[in-house]
């Protein structure tokens, strides 16, 4: 069975920094990359970065370049995102995602194979 399972999101004041987690199971996470997603209210979920978990090549939208960090625990299966200089415009709900490959979009909701439940953001002005 496969267990996508986010932790670390919080309430934090803008230009502070938070942690996100994914712990990833009964998967083979060679096969896929992995990503994170997020969705604010009344706002389309969007891509916001990716990892090839073998590589390490990583991938971010334009918005985040720069504040935010993608990496992975490569024994232990765990994905991270690291934030930091958060906006007030970064709080949403934040997903980790299994991403098809080849060949798929780290920033298409259509090519996630698997979705953690979310977890929340939210960046006080």
């Known amino acids: 069975q496969v267990q996508v399972v986010e932790s670390g999101g919080g309430l934090v004041q803008a230009g502070g920094s938070l942690t996100l987690s994914c712990t990833v199971s009964?998967?083979?996470?060679?096969?896929?990359?992995m990503g994170w997603f997020r969705q604010a209210p009344g706002k389309e979920r969007e891509g916001v970065s990716c990892i090839s978990w073998g590589s390490g090549s990583t991938y971010y939208t334009d918005s985040v370049k720069g504040r935010f960090t993608i990496s992975r625990d490569n024994r232990k299966n765990i994905l991270y995102l690291q934030m930091n200089s958060l906006q007030s415009e970064d709080t949403a709900m934040y997903y980790c995602?299994?991403?098809?490959?080849?060949?798929?979009?780290?920033?298409?909701?259509?090519?996630?194979?698997?979705w953690g439940q979310g977890t929340q953001v939210t960046v006080s002005s």
């Open positions: 995602a299994a991403i098809r490959r080849p060949g798929y979009s780290c920033y298409d909701v259509s090519s996630v194979a698997y």
């Open positions: 009964g998967l083979t996470v060679d096969e896929y990359r």
